[in-house]
């Protein structure tokens, strides 16, 4: 009977020590059963992570480093994966202590946790380190023929700010040729408009080149105008006048017309007739004549003309 007590009394303080080693997290801080997850380790990788450049800017200009690379993280599990969530960390490229020239890199990854481990992937970059210099340049700009419509020519194209700053490595600098906005609607111009154009500079053999351009986009406003031509006018008479009436003489207001339409019509058309048909008349007088144009040919200015008709008695 004793004996049976006493065993009861031991799993019972047996009972409470486990109890009071839970309830005080005793047990999970000594990780007895090995269950920690910190002790599980992990790899990731976190794409499009942006690179933080740390050179002077006002002394220097860099090319040849990525706007974004690749990092493994690896490590605690846990933690590797908070970090591919959070993003909780960057990626940095110090040129501070770099003289101009041509250099290869390590990145460095700052604010990890010390049980994960960053790769950047690749690890080095090659970076040029060139003297800083800023210059002003005129923009140009060109249409394309292509785009202006066939019954229409060019009057004019401005660019608005005519001029901008390129800054750019010494070296880079020295081999700009041209200055271009660079227009990218393809639409064809048959009135006046307004485009915005990125502005980009260029080598001798027209080679984009890498420099930093400011105002990086620019307003070209072009104009275009009707193709013309001005050519004489003859009149010819059509019908007959009154009974016992002659046409003694027909002058017209304007000897040439200015014709409106493509290159190749206008080139095609050397003169017009205008037909004044005086059928019927035993007057003199004024009477409005307009001109048939020919095909493919818009307009005419003036669209009428007048003709002065005299009619004499047999």
Known sequence: MLESKVGVRIVALLLAILMFFNANNILDEANIFGDDENTNEDAEFVESVPVELLYDEEEYYVSGVPQEVTVELSGSSSNVKRLQATRNFE???????????????????????ENVNATVQPETTNVTIQNLVSQTFEVQAEVSDGRVGSSYQLDSVNVEPSTVTVSGGES??????????MMSDTSSITEERVEEAEVSAFDAQYNKLDVVIEPETVRVEIEVEELS?????????????????????????????EIFGDKETLDSINSLTAEVDVEGMSSSGTKDVRIELPENVTKSEPAVLEADVTIEND
């Not at 202590?97 to 890199?105: A, D, L, S, T, W």
């Not at 880079?172 to 906005?181: D, E, H, K, L, P």
């Not at 001005?230 to 304007?254: F, I, K, R």
């Open 91 to 113: 990626v940095t490229l110090d040129l501070r202590n770099r003289e101009p020239g041509e250099h290869e890199v390590f990145f460095t990854v700052n604010g990890l946790p």
């Open 172 to 181: 880079t600098m020295n081999r700009i040729q041209y200055v271009r906005a």
């Open 229 to 257: 031509k001005s050519v004489p006018v003859y009149q010819e008479t059509v019908g007959e006048p009154d009974s016992g009436h002659t046409v003694s003489d027909v002058e017209l207001n304007h000897d040439t017309i």
